[in-house]
């Protein structure tokens, strides 16, 4: 394109940066609302103890809290304790899924 105005060209380029960006946000909004829902999402309606238990992995100290609604400062006070069952792998902690909704049973009992 020729402009006769050199002066327009730097607005030009700033309205197709704007669009480009309007673009990708518009491309991001549509994948992000054809998601598929997370495993948390799918199992809401399930008791905490069997969401837990369902795990695969091993859980680390800032998931538990977070499941279990405490501060991370807690869960390790509970494993040094022997409050709540939990193991070592090279220093850190770490929780077994299926004993700490065990665990989540009993307290509840």
């Known amino acids: 394109m020729q402009f006769k105005d050199d002066h327009a060209l730097p607005g030009l380029i700033k309205a197709k940066a704007v669009?480009?960006?309007?673009?990708?946000?518009?491309?991001?909004?549509?994948?992000?609302?054809?998601?598929?829902?997370?495993?948390d999402e799918v199992d809401s309606t399930l008791d905490l103890p069997t969401r837990i238990g369902r795990r695969r992995c091993a859980?680390?100290?800032?998931?538990?809290?977070?499941?279990?609604?405490?501060?991370?400062?807690?869960?390790?006070?509970?494993?040094?304790?022997?409050r709540l069952p939990s193991?070592?792998?090279?220093?850190?902690?770490?929780?077994?899924p299926v004993m700490v909704?065990?665990?989540?049973?009993?307290q509840a009992a």
Do not use: C, M
């Open 19 to 39: 669009a480009d960006v309007l673009r990708a946000s518009t491309k991001r909004i549509a994948q992000h609302s054809q998601r598929k829902p997370v495993q």
């Open 59 to 82: 859980l680390t100290v800032p998931e538990l809290a977070e499941a279990l609604n405490l501060s991370r400062r807690q869960v390790y006070n509970f494993a040094k304790h022997h």
């Open 87 to 96: 193991y070592r792998i090279a220093g850190s902690v770490r929780f077994d």
């Open 101 to 106: 909704a065990k665990w989540l049973r009993d």
